[in-house]
């Protein structure tokens, strides 16, 4: 039997791509090597850590509500229960996918998969099972989407720190702490490090985050990440920004992280409980055949073509492993756009309309062009921005932090980037896709209305202060 598409790898790329092949009518097979479907994304990235941000937040809030007239005693955490919630909301989604694969007659096989091209350019995939057993497929078309994995730190002789998920750890480890660490050092002031630290803080650790930078969130709006900052340390977090780790070492209890201040002014040391590495992720190719199949990479990614295709006929790469954010939603769309590419449609990704979120509290949400960005590309753009204190309805919830900040084109008024700092903007950032999606600009918006009271009506209220018109404040 021959497939009309084999996918290697089940996360959100990987299995987003087969169950539409699938639907469209490709005979389709998926290969994953992990036990359960649903890869990073599932198994342990977005979906655990937001299990474990929402019942933290919740841990966090119940020794708030006296303001609200709510009295209750002081929370107390059983953190066995709150992993077991994470355990069960993963179990829910990745045996949701296996579902989904039945449901559409997608074919699975559990096993690390192989790309092989024969010397006629024919191709197939070697599944290789946990005891070894291996099997062939044959196939037209192979999507590869096996993701990412953890980027390695290097000390300062240049040997790479050891993760023993024990104490010092990578977001997999930081996932299932057994115990509230003390003190937690974290490296990286990304979203992975800021969101995990958000966790164990609630749950009461000193968190110290070391960051190479002048300022934590690389990549978000500047003004929004400065905000950001400040209200995190509010919560406790203490930052140590321009520094450099040059050594972590495991001692007999806990761990000493040695860093370097990146303008000279010195070198420290801090001892903690446990490290989390959250330096960022890097595309995982091994044991998949790139190499013998001749599949080119660029910069450490598979290289590719605007509708996914690699330079070997008939492979195709989606997700973390190729150019472009590592997130899950991204590689969905990709996986959505290949499908309908391979049934003769035209799949297409917008990629300037990829929303980010920080699932921190309050949340961080960005679409579209930084004014940092708008500026280094030359672009003239005017800017709106309206404060959640001047909003009613996060008056009424006490989510007064943050702001939202629209950047139009100074000519056109068609809006770049919208980028939001608050309570549950990472809802409220779909709105602003949309419009960006239809090429919308700030007076569309503007124009739109909104139910009152809600924290939508902040967008809107950005929108109106694009033209200086906000009435609220
Ligand atoms: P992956 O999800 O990495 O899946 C690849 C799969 O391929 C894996 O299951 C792997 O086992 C399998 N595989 C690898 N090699 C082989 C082989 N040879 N044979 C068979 N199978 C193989 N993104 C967001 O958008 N929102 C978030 O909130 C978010 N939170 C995150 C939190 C954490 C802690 C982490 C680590 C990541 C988070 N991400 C988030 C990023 C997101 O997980 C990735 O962008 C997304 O999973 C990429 O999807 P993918 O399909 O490309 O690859």
Redesign the pocket.
């Known amino acids: 039997m021959t497939y009309d598409l084999v996918v ?9 791509c087969a169950i539409r092949a699938a639907q469209l009518g490709l005979k389709t097979a998926v ?4 036990p359960t ?14 299990a474990l941000l929402h019942a933290s937040q919740m841990f966090a809030e119940a020794g708030k509500l006296a303001p609200f007239g709510v009295l209750v005693e002081k929370p107390r955490l059983d953190l066995a229960a709150m992993m077991k919630h994470k355990d069960d909301t993963v179990a829910a989604n990745v045996n949701g996918v296996a579902f989904l694969f039945k449901k559409n007659k997608v074919a699975s096989f559990i ?4 790309l092989i091209v024969s010397r006629e350019g024919a191709l197939a995939v070697e ?1 290789q099972a946990a005891d070894g057993a291996r099997q062939t497929l044959e196939t037209k078309n192979v999507a590869l ?6 980027a390695p730190l290097r000390d300062a002789s240049g040997a790479e720190i050891k993760i023993d998920e024990e104490r010092v750890l ?3 480890g ?2 299932s702490i057994p115990e509230v660490p003390q003190s937690l050092v974290i490296v990286g002031a990304g ?2 490090g800021l ?2 630290g958000s966790v164990w803080r609630r749950l009461g650790a000193q968190v110290t985050v070391i960051e190479y930078l002048e300022r934590i969130l690389p990549g978000f709006d500047a003004e929004i990440a400065q905000r950001f900052q400040k209200i995190l340390e509010k919560q406790g977090f203490v930052f140590r920004l321009k520094t450099k780790v040059t050594n972590v070492a495991r001692q007999e209890k806990g761990v000493a992280v040695s860093y370097a201040a990146l303008d000279g002014s010195g070198e420290g040391g801090i001892t903690a409980d446990a490290v989390l590495i959250a330096t960022g ?1 890097i595309p ?5 055949g790139l190499e013998e199949a001749g599949v080119a990479l660029e910069r450490g990614r598979v290289k590719i073509d605007e509708g996914f295709a690699t330079n070997v006929a008939g492979v195709y790469a ?4 190729v150019r472009g ?8 769309e990709e ?1 959505v756009a290949l499908a309908e590419i391979l049934a003769g449609q035209h799949g297409h990704v917008d990629y300037g309309v990829i929303p ?2 920080v ?1 921190t509290h309050p949340e961080v949400a960005s679409v579209g062009m930084t004014e940092e960005e708008a500026h280094a590309a030359g672009r003239a753009v005017k800017i709106g921005k309206f404060p959640f204190s001047a909003n009613g309805r996060a008056r009424a919830m006490r989510e007064t932090d943050g702001f939202v900040k629209i950047i139009a084109d100074a000519a056109t008024d068609r809006v770049l980037g919208v980028h939001m700092l608050g309570a549950i903007t990472g809802e409220l950032i779909a709105e602003a896709a949309v419009l960006m999606g239809f090429g919308g600009s700030s007076e569309d918006l503007a124009r739109i209305c909104h139910a009152h009271p809600t924290l939508s009506e902040a967008v809107k209220e950005a929108a109106l202060a694009v033209d200086g018109r906000a009435i609220h404040i």
């Open positions: 290697i790898g089940s996360g959100p790329g990987g299995y987003v290969v994953e090597k992990r479907f649903g890869g990073t994304c599932l198994n342990i990235g977005c979906i655990p850590s937001k096993g690390s998969g192989r599944v989407a096996t993701g990412s994995t953890i990578s977001s997999t930081a996932l979203v992975i969101e995990m992720r995982y190719s091994e044991g998949l989606i997700g973390d492993l954010p590592m997130l899950a939603h991204k590689a969905e996986g980010s979120v699932y």
